[in-house]
């Protein structure tokens, strides 16, 4: 499995490795990187919107200053393409 990691679209390893977050059979020692992983996804790429839901089901904890920090990032590239 993860040597085929780089053939997908990152989309998908997104979903597969929160689906194995939720998952009762992963041990918890996996679910620590597991849960590692998608933070660091979800933030390099400002999902938002995504990491309050997360957040919300408790598969991540909301640290708020991050949370803010990809809404004010979204929120500027609204009004750059508002201006377009």
């Not at 009762?24 to 597991?34: N, Q, T």
């Not at 809404?71 to 393409?81: C, P, S």
Request: aromatic share 4%; glycine share 4%; hydrophobic share 40%.
């Amino acid at each position: 499995m993860e040597g085929q990691e780089g053939s997908q679209q990152p989309q998908l390893i997104l979903a597969h490795k929160r689906f194995l977050l939720t998952h009762s059979d992963v041990p918890d020692i996996e679910k620590v990187r597991l849960r590692q992983e998608v933070l660091d996804s979800v933030v390099a790429n400002d999902m938002a919107p995504l990491y309050e839901t997360l957040a919300g089901s408790s598969v991540l904890d909301l640290d708020q200053s991050v949370f803010d920090s990809m809404r004010a990032k979204i929120d500027d590239q609204l009004k750059k393409l508002d201006v377009k």
